[in-house]
DNA sequence: CAAATGACGCCAG
DNA sequence: ACTGGCGCCATTT
């Protein structure tokens, strides 16, 4: 038995739950939360399902951005909540992650 | 089944 | 810094 879907239940826990242990303050990229469920080459997957507003209010979506530390389109609310709870900006559109991200799991 | 799409990542210009 | 192209891979058309 097993295997016929790929985007399982399990794996979107896997995902959220890394997203649930990022500290306030802090950001992560759709990279690294790929690399660490095992799954490197699927970041876009990462934000395919983060991208399902389903999610939204339950988990702390906004503290995930890009490489770059750029914000995620069509997620208008993300930049007041980072600011919230105090997440450096290098402009307006993208966070310091040089300061903010989440690297202490390493 | 082929082509397009996307909250990505890396590199070149 | 910004843009475009390519690789990646599940889902959608």
Redesign the pocket.
């Known amino acids: 038995m097993g295997a016929g879907?790929?985007?399982?239940d399990e794996l979107i826990y896997e995902i959220l739950s890394v997203v649930e242990e990022i500290p306030e303050g802090k950001v992560v990229?759709?990279?690294?939360?790929?690399r660490l469920i095992g799954?490197e080459?699927?970041?876009?997957?990462?934000?395919?399902v983060?991208?399902?507003?389903e999610?939204?209010g339950q988990y702390p979506?906004?503290r995930?951005?890009?490489?770059?530390g750029?914000?995620?389109?069509?997620?208008l609310e993300?930049k007041a909540l980072l600011l919230a709870e105090h997440v450096e900006f290098?402009?307006d559109?993208?966070v310091d992650m040089q300061k903010c991200r989440w690297d202490d799991f390493e």
């Open positions: 879907k790929i985007l399982t990229s759709y990279g690294q939360i790929a799954r080459k699927n970041a876009r997957l990462v934000g395919r983060l991208s399902i507003s999610y939204y979506c906004h995930v951005v890009n490489h770059a750029r914000l995620a389109p069509g997620f993300q290098k402009d559109v993208h």
